[in-house]
């Protein structure tokens, strides 16, 4: 697991200031959703902190290395917006696409993608190509793929947007149970209040751009989280304010 | 029968038939066109020469196209990764297109001897081109969002050419293969037939359009024909198997759903 640590992040493109002087410490071992308006900046950081990209200024440190570090030693896994599968890979070749580039970083001690995929309800489907495979199960294997490699940090990006509401609070669930007990640091960026309630240790919400973080709500539910976390009327509060931050304040 | 067999079966039956019957009704005389049936015959005649001869035909094809490819993959690749080596490459590629190569086969003969390596050089040089086009479209079409994925976890450049690029070049290099066949073909019939060494269908056909012999250079056309048919064959059996992933590939779905 990770620890975060964010120090007056500042990203501009051109003249326009996408993140600004930003500053984060985020708990090794914690679940963080980042949420905020479309276009609010918050892939940016994303895509920093996993090293894609460089900052303008400031310093961003995953355990005091630098991104560029941790991804060339394979500790941060990502899973993107799109599952982007290879469709000439099978399910279980998939699962595996991580771990088999780069393999000089691989962890000593990396999960078992079959396994994985049993897990997440996958195991029949381990011979078939992702165009046999719905959205979910498509996104499953998405989420698999970047578990197998044991990172202490998983950033992901808006993993369920493209999906329907049903599929949408399974994959919730399954993502509770999979991070829960595994002690990784999560990242986790989305536009939905009840999914970042649920998930989170603490919900940051953010500015429009340029990105601030405007508050910093802990979620004090208990876990394991179940399904019946939506009927407890705490979390129905919590909820209220973080879209009460989100409207900047107003009732 | 399948349908994709009988289709093309009956194609190719319908339009022989429809040639006999107009050379038959209208009383053609052979030197200007000849019946398939007497072609088809001459052929059977002399099948042992003519099997020989496309024996030959077929593997100097086959050869020029594989140099093309693998020059094609390299070419390609770094017209993918470099924008200016992309620019400064194209009307190099465009005028080797373009060029009627039948103009500089007697040159190349003089420079490379004769026999088969000049019909294998300049079969791979006019089927490169395609082939290098469609490995940079095929490249260009990888997955973004696999790109960034594989950046994430620092993929080699290696890596990511092997891992993603190269696959997502199958499927347009197998439709510049389907185009290249052709080329290929006729390629390596008009380098024969304009080499000293007295071996494949191109020799024929020039031998016998020299001395007048025009059941023996109807016999070499349909021989060629042949020969392209199958390989086409092939190359859709391969396709099947290569691509069997591939959206080309799925059997179309019914209006049900």
Redesign the interface.
């Known amino acids: 697991m990770s620890r975060i640590v964010v120090r007056d992040l500042t990203k501009v493109y051109g003249e326009l200031p996408v993140v600004d002087s930003l500053t984060l410490d985020i708990e090794p071992g914690s679940f963080v959703s980042i949420i905020g308006p479309s276009g609010c900046g918050k892939t940016t950081l994303l895509r920093i902190v996993?090293?894609?990209e460089p900052a303008t200024s400031g310093e961003v440190l995953l355990d005091d290395a630098s991104p560029a570090e941790a991804?060339?030693r394979?500790r941060?896994?990502?899973v993107?917006?799109?599952?982007?599968?290879?469709?000439?890979r099978t399910v279980q070749a998939n699962a595996r696409?991580?771990l088999?580039?780069?393999r000089s970083?691989n962890p000593t001690e990396a999960d078992d993608p079959d396994r994985l995929l049993h897990e997440v309800g996958l195991g029949d489907f381990l011979q078939a190509?992702?165009?046999e495979l719905s959205g979910g199960m498509q996104q499953r294997v998405a989420l698999v793929r970047a578990l197998a490699?044991h990172a202490p940090l998983v950033v992901m990006d808006e993993p369920f947007a493209a999906l329907d509401e049903i599929t949408r609070a399974e994959m919730r669930l399954m993502l509770t149970r999979l991070v829960d007990g595994r002690g990784a640091t999560v990242l986790f960026i989305t536009h939905s209040i009840s999914e970042a309630v649920a998930l989170s240790d603490r919900v940051l919400v953010s500015s429009s751009r340029p990105s601030r973080m405007v508050a910093d709500i802990a979620i004090d539910l208990p876990r394991p989280r179940t399904a019946e976390v939506d009927d407890d009327p705490h979390f129905v509060e919590l909820c209220a304010q973080v879209r009460h931050a989100l409207h900047g304040g107003r009732a | 029968m399948n349908r994709r067999i009988l289709a093309p079966v009956v194609g190719i039956l319908a339009f022989l038939g429809l040639w006999e019957v107009l050379v038959r009704v209208n009383d053609v005389r052979p030197f200007i066109l000849r019946a398939p049936s007497r072609i088809a015959r001459y052929l059977v005649d002399n099948a042992a020469d003519y099997a020989s001869a496309a024996l030959v035909t077929a593997s100097h094809a086959l050869g020029g196209l594989l140099i093309a490819l693998v020059v094609a993959l390299a070419v390609g690749s770094l017209m993918a990764a470099s924008s200016f080596f992309e620019y400064a490459t194209q009307p190099v590629l465009i005028l080797l297109q373009v060029t009627p190569f039948v103009a500089y086969i007697g040159s190349v003969v003089l420079w490379l001897g004769s026999g088969t390596p000049p019909v294998l050089f300049i079969t791979g040089l006019v089927c490169m081109p395609a082939f290098a086009f469609a490995t940079v479209d095929g490249m260009r079409s990888a997955?973004p969002?696999?790109r960034?994925?594989?950046?994430?976890?620092?993929?080699?450049r290696v890596?990511?050419l092997w891992?993603?690029r190269l696959?997502s070049a199958?499927p347009s290099l197998f439709t510049a293969a389907r185009y290249n066949v052709g080329l290929a073909l006729i390629a390596a019939y008009l380098v024969e037939g304009g080499n000293f060494a007295n071996e494949g269908l191109g020799n024929i056909g020039r031998r016998a359009a020299a001395l007048n012999e025009g059941d023996a250079l109807w016999a070499a056309i349909f021989a060629m024909a042949l020969l392209g048919t199958i390989f086409l064959v092939l190359i859709s059996v391969l396709q099947r198997v290569v691509l069997r992933?591939?959206?080309s590939q799925?059997p179309p779905r019914s209006g049900r759903g």
């Open positions: 996993a090293g894609l991804r060339s394979k941060v896994a990502m993107p917006q799109a599952p982007g599968l290879l469709p000439w696409l991580l088999d580039v780069n970083a190509y992702p165009h490699l | 997955d969002a696999t960034e994925l594989l950046a994430s976890v620092d993929a080699s890596e990511v891992r993603l696959p199958l992933w591939h959206v799925r």
